[in-house]
C-alpha cells in the first residue's frame, strides 16, 4: 500500500473506531451501574492486552527499549485520560463530562503547537472551532465551572497529549507492540486504583459480553488502528475524526434506547460531520497536489 493510499484510508479507519465508542457508550452504561469504573476498565484493558498477545504471541520479542519507553509514556496520557475523565464524572454529569472531555479537539493542536512548534493553519482552526461547536449543542445542558469540570478538562489535555504523542513517536515503530505496551500501561493504572477500591468483575455474562467488546473492538482493535493511522495523518486531523464518536453516541442512543434527538443535538452533529469531512478532504487535496503528477 503506497503512502498516499494509506493517507487516504488511515481517516475513514479512524471513523470506524469513532463508532466503535460511539456504541461503547450505549452498551457500558448497565454494567457500569453494576462494577465500579476502574474495576471495569482494568478488566477491559487487561483483557485487550491477553487477546492481543494470545493472537501474535512473538509479538513480546519486538518490544524495543525505545517501544517499552514511548509506549509507557503514550499509555499514561492514555491511561491518566480515563482516569481523571471517570473522577470528574463523580462530580459532574454526563452531558458536561462529553463536551469538557471532547475539548481534546482543541487540546490537540494547541500541544502540537506549544511543545512541537507545528504550525496550524486557519483553515484548521476553523475546523476546530466548528466542532467544538458541534460538541457543545450535542453535549451541553447547562454550564458551570467547578473541580468536576477542572478534572475532566485535564483528562482532556491527556487525550490531546496522547494524540500528538502517537503522530510524534508512533512512525517505524511496530504498531502491535506500540499498541500493547500502551494497553498494559493503562490495566497498570487502572489496576492499581481498582484494588485499591476493592476490584470487582462483571456481575453476569451481559456484563462479561460487553467487557469482551469493549475490550478487543473498541481497545485492543481501535487503538492499533489509532496507532497505525497516526504515522501517516496528522495529530489535528486524527483529533477532529474521533469527535464524531459523540456523533455516533446520540446515533446509537437514539437507535437503541428511548433517548430523543433534539434539534440542537441534530445541529451539533452536523457540525461535527461537516469538520471532519472539510479536513480530510482538504488534507487529500495536499496528497494530490504532492503526490498527483
Known amino acids: 500500500m503506497s503512502h ?38 482494568f478488566t477491559r484493558f487487561a483483557l485487550a492486552v491477553l487477546v492481543m498477545i494470545a ?14 519507553l514511548k509506549g509507557f509514556l503514550a499509555g499514561l496520557f492514555l491511561g491518566s485520560g480515563y ?23 482543541v487540546a490537540t493542536p494547541l500541544i502540537a503547537w506549544i511543545v512541537l512548534r507545528h504550525r496550524i493553519n486557519v483553515f484548521t482552526w476553523i475546523c476546530v472551532a466548528i466542532a467544538t461547536g458541534g460538541l ?12 468536576g469540570e477542572f478534572l475532566v478538562l485535564v483528562s482532556a489535555i491527556a487525550f490531546g497529549a496522547h494524540i500528538v504523542a502517537l503522530g ?14 500502551q494497553l498494559a500501561t493503562c490495566a497498570l493504572l487502572t489496576g492499581a486504583i481498582s484494588v485499591g477500591q476493592g476490584y470487582k468483575a462483571p456481575v453476569n455474562t451481559s456484563g462479561w459480553l460487553v467487557v469482551v467488546y469493549t475490550a ?34 446520540a446515533l446509537f442512543a437514539l437507535i437503541f434506547t ?34 498527483g503528477n
Request: with cysteine.
Open 4 to 41: 498516499a493510499l494509506k493517507i487516504r484510508v488511515a481517516p475513514w479507519a479512524l471513523l470506524i473506531v469513532a463508532a466503535a465508542w460511539g456504541l461503547a457508550f450505549v452498551v457500558m452504561k448497565d454494567p457500569i451501574e453494576k462494577q465500579n469504573v476502574n474495576s471495569f476498565l
Open 55 to 68: 493472537i501474535k504471541p512473538k509479538v513480546l520479542t519486538l518490544i524495543t527499549r525505545e517501544i517499552a
Open 83 to 105: 482516569i481523571f475523565q471517570t473522577l470528574g464524572l463523580k462530580v459532574v454529569g454526563a452531558a458536561i463530562t462529553g463536551f469538557v472531555t471532547g475539548l481534546y479537539v
Open 136 to 147: 457543545a449543542l450535542l453535549s451541553l445542558n447547562g454550564w458551570s465551572v467547578g473541580t
Open 168 to 181: 510524534q513517536w508512533s512512525n517505524g515503530l511496530d504498531t502491535y507492540a506500540m499498541t500493547i505496551v
Open 216 to 249: 478487543v473492538a473498541c481497545t485492543a482493535v481501535a487503538f492499533l488502528v489509532q496507532t497505525w493511522s497516526q504515522a501517516h495523518i496528522s495529530p489535528t486531523i486524527v483529533a477532529v475524526i474521533l469527535t464524531t464518536e459523540v456523533v455516533f453516541s
Open 258 to 291: 428511548d433517548e430523543t434527538l433534539t434539534i440542537q443535538k441534530s445541529l451539533g452533529g452536523v457540525l461535527i460531520i461537516v469538520a471532519m469531512i472539510a479536513i480530510v478532504i482538504k488534507g487529500e487535496e495536499k496528497v494530490d497536489s504532492t503526490h
